[in-house]
């Protein structure tokens, strides 16, 4: 599994808690600007996937809130590791902004190293602090991460506001 998939499913993994008893224990803050404006809570969440050679980081909202934020990355290693984290350093970042429940326009940001001409958007996410790690399962959790993520999203196609939006958030 590639790309935006293997995004997404790892995505799926750090909702359900990757088989071990993680759930975000601070929520932080997302806040938007450009096209979008206001500001939401969300949970940050790292996860390892026993056996895998990446272990991925996720921020998200309440699904019901808007406007509605999930980023979902994939870095090397086997456990979260605080540093600030590029293009330069990772190797999927994905993140999906929506305004609205129905009807709501759609923005992005993508980058798959193994096709970095296809990247959309920017992203940097800086880890101070990974916090306690928690196992389960063979799998390990980490939900008390501290740091800051800041993203420039494009807006998709049929999107009709034509500009950028901005996210700057604090976990």
Not at 11 to 32: D, I, N
Not at 88 to 99: F, G, I, R
Not at 131 to 160: C, F, R
Request: hydrophobic share 40%; net charge negative.
């Amino acid at each position: 599994m590639t790309g935006p998939a293997r995004c997404l499913c790892f995505l799926a993994l750090v909702a359900v808690g990757c088989g071990s008893s993680t759930s975000p224990s601070t929520p932080g803050t997302a806040t938007f600007s450009g096209a979008l404006t206001g500001s939401v809570s969300v949970l940050a969440l790292g996860t390892y996937v026993s056996g895998d050679t990446a272990w991925g980081f996720a921020i998200t909202n309440n699904t019901t809130a808007y406007p509605n934020l999930n980023f979902a990355g994939q870095f090397a290693g086997t456990s979260l590791q605080t540093g600030t984290y590029t293009t330069a350093n990772s190797e999927l970042v994905s993140t999906l902004v929506t305004s609205a429940a129905a009807g709501g326009q759609l923005w992005t940001q993508s980058f798959d190293a193994t096709d970095v001409s296809a990247a959309q958007g920017s992203f940097q996410l800086v880890i101070t602090a990974a916090g306690a790690a928690q196992s389960g399962t063979g799998n390990t959790g980490w939900n008390a991460a501290q740091g800051t993520a800041t993203l420039t999203l494009v807006p998709e196609s049929g999107n009709p506001s034509g500009s950028n939006t901005n996210v700057s958030v604090t976990f």
